[in-house]
C-alpha cells in the first residue's frame, strides 16, 4: 500500500517537474537552442535539434507519468534524461563554465553550482526509484502498461 | 521489445510536435535552419557573398544605407558591438521588421567574434535568398574591428 503511494508520489512528483520544465523551454525555443550550445558541447547544429525535439519530449513524458501510460518506457527515457543532465551540469560546473542551468527555464534559475548538481542528483535518484519499483515487479502489471 | 517500440514512438512524437511548433512560434527555431549548409548553399548564392575589411566597414560606418548586423550571443552584445549595430539572431533575421525591402538599397554587413565565414555564409546565402540585398562578411570579425580601435558602443537593447 505504502509503496503503490510512493510510487504513485514519484510520478506526479517527476511528472509536474518535467511539464514545468518542458513550458519554460517551449517559450522561447531559441534562447532554449543558446542556453544548450553555451555548455560547449554539441555545437550550434546540433544544439538546435536538441531544442526542437527536448521540450516536447519532457511534456509528452511528464503527461504520460501522471496520466500513468506507457510508464516502463517513459521512466526509461526519464532516467536517461536524467543521467544525461547530470552529465552536462557537472561536465560545465568543472570546466568553471560561467553560464545558466537552462533547466526549467531560459532565463533560468542562476548559474550552475553545487546546489544545482544536488537538486538533480536528488531528482535522478527519485527517478531511478521509480525505475525500479517498475522493474523489479513491485508494481502491478496494470500500472506498468 | 514492446518497450522499445513505445520508445521510439515516444520520440517520433516528440520530434514531429517539435518540428510543426517551432515552425509556427515566433521565436522558433525554423526547419531550414535545421538543416546542414549544404542543402541551400549554392554556388551562385555563394559567389553574391563579398567579404568586407574591417578597414572598409569603418568608411561604411559613416553612411546612413548601411546595416551591421551583430550574430554573436546576447550576453556579448550587451557587453559592447560595433556602434550602431542590431543584435539579431540568424533565426530572426528574415522575420525582423526592421529588415527593410529592397528599394531603400541598404548594405548588410554580418559579423561575428572572430569572422568565421564558414558560420556567417549560410546566415548570408539565406538573407541573399529572401530580401535580395547585398551582404557583406566582415573579414577577421569584432576582435579585428576592436584590434583597430573603431568605434564601439554598449547596450542591450535587442
Given at each position: 500500500?505504502?509503496?503503490?503511494?510512493?510510487?504513485?508520489?514519484?510520478?506526479?512528483?517527476?511528472?509536474?517537474?518535467?511539464?514545468?520544465?518542458?513550458?519554460?523551454?517551449?517559450?522561447?525555443?531559441?534562447?532554449?537552442?543558446?542556453?544548450?550550445?553555451?555548455?560547449?558541447?554539441?555545437?550550434?547544429?546540433?544544439?538546435?535539434?536538441?531544442?526542437?525535439?527536448?521540450?516536447?519530449?519532457?511534456?509528452?513524458?511528464?503527461?504520460?507519468?501522471?496520466?500513468?501510460?506507457?510508464?516502463?518506457?517513459?521512466?526509461?527515457?526519464?532516467?536517461?534524461?536524467?543521467?544525461?543532465?547530470?552529465?552536462?551540469?557537472?561536465?560545465?560546473?568543472l570546466r568553471?563554465?560561467?553560464?545558466?542551468?537552462?533547466?526549467?527555464?531560459?532565463?533560468?534559475?542562476?548559474?550552475?553550482?553545487?546546489?544545482?548538481?544536488?537538486?538533480?542528483?536528488?531528482?535522478?535518484?527519485?527517478?531511478?526509484?521509480?525505475?525500479?519499483?517498475?522493474?523489479?515487479?513491485?508494481?502491478?502489471?496494470?500500472?506498468?502498461? | 521489445?514492446?518497450?522499445?517500440?513505445?520508445?521510439?514512438?515516444?520520440?517520433?512524437?516528440?520530434?514531429?510536435?517539435?518540428?510543426?511548433?517551432?515552425?509556427?512560434?515566433?521565436?522558433?527555431?525554423?526547419?531550414?535552419?535545421?538543416?546542414?549548409?549544404?542543402?541551400?548553399?549554392?554556388?551562385?548564392?555563394?559567389?553574391?557573398?563579398?567579404?568586407l575589411s574591417?578597414?572598409?566597414?569603418?568608411?561604411?560606418?559613416?553612411?546612413?544605407?548601411?546595416?551591421?548586423?551583430?550574430?554573436?550571443?546576447?550576453?556579448?552584445?550587451?557587453?559592447?558591438?560595433?556602434?550602431?549595430?542590431?543584435?539579431?539572431?540568424?533565426g530572426n533575421?528574415?522575420?525582423?521588421?526592421?529588415?527593410?525591402?529592397?528599394?531603400?538599397?541598404?548594405?548588410?554587413?554580418?559579423?561575428?567574434?572572430?569572422?568565421?565565414?564558414?558560420?556567417?555564409?549560410?546566415?548570408?546565402?539565406?538573407?541573399?535568398?529572401?530580401?535580395?540585398?547585398?551582404?557583406?562578411?566582415?573579414?577577421?570579425?569584432?576582435?579585428?574591428?576592436?584590434?583597430?580601435?573603431?568605434?564601439?558602443?554598449?547596450?542591450?537593447?535587442?
Amino acid at each position: 500500500m505504502y509503496k503503490k503511494l510512493f510510487f504513485l508520489f514519484i510520478r506526479i512528483v517527476l511528472g509536474m517537474l518535467f511539464i514545468i520544465a518542458a513550458y519554460g523551454k517551449l517559450l522561447n525555443p531559441q534562447d532554449f537552442a543558446i542556453n544548450i550550445e553555451n555548455y560547449r558541447v554539441l555545437g550550434e547544429w546540433l544544439s538546435r535539434w536538441i531544442a526542437v525535439i527536448l521540450p516536447p519530449l519532457e511534456l509528452i513524458v511528464g503527461i504520460m507519468l501522471i496520466a500513468g501510460v506507457w510508464l516502463q518506457a517513459n521512466f526509461i527515457i526519464a532516467l536517461l534524461l536524467y543521467l544525461v543532465f547530470d552529465i552536462m551540469i557537472f561536465q560545465a560546473y568543472l570546466r568553471g563554465l560561467d553560464i545558466s542551468c537552462g533547466c526549467f527555464s531560459t532565463a533560468d534559475s542562476g548559474p550552475i553550482d553545487f546546489q544545482k548538481i544536488s537538486e538533480n542528483i536528488v531528482l535522478t535518484a527519485l527517478t531511478l526509484i521509480g525505475f525500479l519499483f517498475i522493474f523489479k515487479g513491485d508494481i502491478s502489471k496494470k500500472e506498468k502498461a | 521489445m514492446k518497450i522499445l517500440y513505445k520508445i521510439v514512438i515516444i520520440f517520433l512524437l516528440s520530434l514531429l510536435s517539435g518540428l510543426i511548433y517551432n515552425q509556427f512560434h515566433p521565436r522558433g527555431i525554423k526547419f531550414h535552419t535545421l538543416l546542414p549548409p549544404q542543402f541551400y548553399l549554392n554556388e551562385a548564392i555563394e559567389r553574391q557573398i563579398k567579404i568586407l575589411s574591417v578597414d572598409s566597414a569603418f568608411v561604411l560606418l559613416t553612411q546612413d544605407n548601411v546595416l551591421f548586423v551583430d550574430l554573436r550571443t546576447p550576453a556579448d552584445y550587451a557587453v559592447d558591438h560595433i556602434r550602431g549595430a542590431k543584435y539579431m539572431k540568424e533565426g530572426n533575421l528574415l522575420d525582423d521588421e526592421e529588415m527593410p525591402d529592397d528599394s531603400s538599397c541598404l548594405v548588410v554587413v554580418l559579423y561575428d567574434e572572430e569572422g568565421n565565414l564558414e558560420k556567417l555564409k549560410p546566415v548570408a546565402a539565406r538573407l541573399i535568398k529572401e530580401k535580395k540585398q547585398p551582404i557583406y562578411l566582415l573579414f577577421g570579425g569584432y576582435l579585428e574591428w576592436l584590434n583597430k580601435g573603431y568605434p564601439v558602443e554598449t547596450g542591450s537593447e535587442f
